[in-house]
């Protein structure tokens, strides 16, 4: 069991810390989410609920994911992966395996000791790639209805065209380099070696091809400005995903949308929340998705 603490939110919905502790895990790892919940009165035995993950460096309530969480029309929960913000543990630049070791404690604790059914996943950039493994490689995967992928890299191999000039040199003569960032308003740096690329860029993304779930509907959100994942690696996804049935996959290119969607937060839940409104009704049909009203630019 963890421990948790509440808080009433301006919202209909309720609160809850909980701290989530990782089975076997070096270093004591605990993770801090946040659950909301509409019906908190109420038994969540088989009740759906939504997991958002963010990126790289990043935190629960970071860009969209806090305001995301707060409109959706089933519960959800959001968390730090290790080393970052309130959880503990080490991060690492190449750990998607410990990601995905987070992402497996989680889910065993909300459908254990809540016994809530995995529904939605959400996630930004590196948060992405974590749910891509979890859901082709995890049992309760198969019975997830929704993904939301925003900004996720297929191409892991070109990390290396992110590493500027000073870092191959600082590579070279100390064999790291560092990287910094401000996460949740206090600074954070984290040490890049050699090992921590290429353990990036071998991270194998191609499983979705041939593992993700065929009923599992679909949505990519690309900005055509990021310049830290290229936009091309949305339509490799779109490739992957757009011939299965009876899942659909829609491909969203935003003309001005940077990485993290600077600015466009409002943009990103209300386009996921017109996505997941269509996949309740049964209305979703592979494609490219329009911006603004559905039908019009």
Not at 19 to 30: E, K, L, Q
Not at 169 to 181: C, D, H, N, P, R
Request: proline share 3%; hydrophobic share 40%.
């Amino acid at each position: 069991m963890s421990n948790h603490d509440s808080q009433t939110v301006q919202t209909s919905k309720r609160t809850t810390k909980l701290y989530i502790p990782i089975p076997h895990a070096d270093h004591n790892v605990v993770l801090c989410g946040v659950l909301e919940q509409l019906a908190p009165g109420e038994a969540t035995q088989g009740r759906k609920i939504a997991l958002i993950l963010h990126g790289t460096m990043g935190h629960k309530d970071y860009l969209f994911q806090k305001r995301l969480a707060l409109r959706l029309p089933i519960d959800s929960f959001r968390f730090d992966f290790r080393g970052n913000h309130e959880s503990t543990g080490n991060f690492g630049f190449g750990g998607f395996n410990t990601d995905v070791e987070d992402l497996t404690a989680v889910v065993a604790y909300l459908t254990s000791q809540f016994g809530y059914t995995i529904d939605l996943l959400v996630g930004h950039s590196r948060g992405v790639v974590d749910a891509f493994r979890w859901i082709c490689t995890a049992e309760e995967g198969k019975n997830v209805r929704g993904f939301v992928n925003v900004s996720g890299r297929y191409r892991m191999q070109k990390i290396y065209d992110g590493v500027s000039q000073a870092q191959h040199e600082a590579l070279k003569t100390q064999g790291y380099y560092i990287v910094k960032a401000v996460v949740a308003r206090k600074h954070f740096e984290n040490k890049v070696t050699e090992a921590d690329l290429e353990q990036f860029a071998t991270f194998d993304s191609s499983l979705v091809w041939d593992s993700f779930p065929s009923g599992t509907h679909a949505l990519s959100i690309h900005g055509l400005q990021d310049h830290v994942v290229p936009p091309f690696d949305a339509s490799i996804y779109a490739r992957a995903l757009g011939a299965r049935d009876p899942g659909t996959h829609n491909l969203c290119y935003v003309e001005e949308a940077d990485h993290n969607f600077t600015g466009m937060a409002d943009f990103v839940v209300a386009t996921i929340l017109d996505w997941f409104t269509q996949m309740e009704r049964g209305q979703l049909k592979t494609g490219v998705w329009q911006t603004g009203i559905r039908g019009k630019l």
